[in-house]
């Protein structure tokens, strides 16, 4: 729906996408599009059943207001570009030698009481190759769902918290050298400590059949936010989006290490 057809805004101004879904008479968007920010958002999408037609509008609308031109192709690529991520995260598996926690970190018990921990594939599918990993100490004690590792990119750090309460008793060393194997092979090489659990019984752990239903769950979330801001920085970015020579494979460079950080930390806090 074209903005025209909205007579009361004022000019320069960004109507609520709640507003083409019919909901509303009225709203003016002040949360520049991060609609999965906006306590209204949270507020109608609890209260209403338009939350699938408020999302096909956030897919194909043109906001005019924004400035947007030849939208509809760089918003094609958008989408196919996180279903192509969410289709790949689906068809792996998650091993079912481990537990898991809802922060997408697993633990794995070995033989000698000891767990190893990690973070899941659907973390580990949306890095880019980090550039380091910090981990505490060996002999450092920490509790299930607080930091224990940092992964480090272009500046900025993405906290990992640890699946299980315990004391680290050693580091990957591989990943001093081979940093990039904490995404690229996360239940293997890419393991991150082994940690002496206090009460393995104390801390919430899933098997792989309750955290892959709960990963379907988040990939709903990731595909709604990630097109979101995919439409947001669209004017800066579609230059090279949609003209042909560039293929949308890599999201850290469209939005930034920062702002990709600041999503996934979402998932690895929840």
């Not at 003016?28 to 209260?47: I, T, Y």
């Not at 096909?56 to 005019?64: S, V």
């Not at 100490?137 to 918290?161: D, K, Q, S, Y």
Request: charge should be negative.
């Amino acid at each position: 729906m074209s903005i025209s057809t909205h007579h009361i805004i004022p000019e320069g101004e960004q109507y609520c996408i709640w507003m083409d879904a019919g909901v509303v008479d009225y709203k003016l968007c002040n949360c520049q599009f991060k609609c999965d920010e906006c306590a209204f958002d949270a507020q109608v999408r609890a209260l209403t059943g338009a939350a699938h037609e408020v999302d096909a509008l956030h897919e194909t609308t043109e906001h005019a207001a924004r400035g947007v031109e030849s939208s509809a192709g760089a918003t094609t690529q958008y989408a196919a570009a996180v279903e192509t991520v969410l289709g790949s995260i689906a068809k792996r598996e998650l091993p079912a030698d481990r537990v898991y926690a809802p922060n997408h970190t697993w633990a794995k018990a070995g033989d000698d009481g000891m767990f190893a921990v990690g973070i899941d594939h659907f973390i580990g599918t949306m890095l880019s190759s980090a550039l380091s990993v910090a981990i505490s100490m060996p002999a450092t004690h920490i509790r299930a769902m607080e930091p224990f590792a940092w992964i480090v990119a272009n500046g900025e750090t993405l906290a990992v918290c640890s699946p299980v309460s315990g004391t680290i008793v050693e580091n990957n060393p591989a990943l001093a050298t081979q940093s990039s194997v904490v995404n690229a092979d996360p239940y293997g090489m890419g393991w991150i400590a082994r940690i002496r659990p206090d009460d393995p019984s104390a801390d919430v752990l899933y098997p792989q059949g309750e955290m892959s239903a709960m990963m379907k769950n988040d990939s709903i979330r990731y595909e709604r936010i990630m097109r979101t801001e995919l439409q947001r920085v669209q004017p800066q970015s579609s230059g090279t989006m949609y003209d042909g020579g560039t293929v949308i494979d890599n999201f850290e460079a469209i939005l930034g290490t920062k702002k990709l950080y600041e999503i996934l930390e979402r998932f690895l806090r929840p």
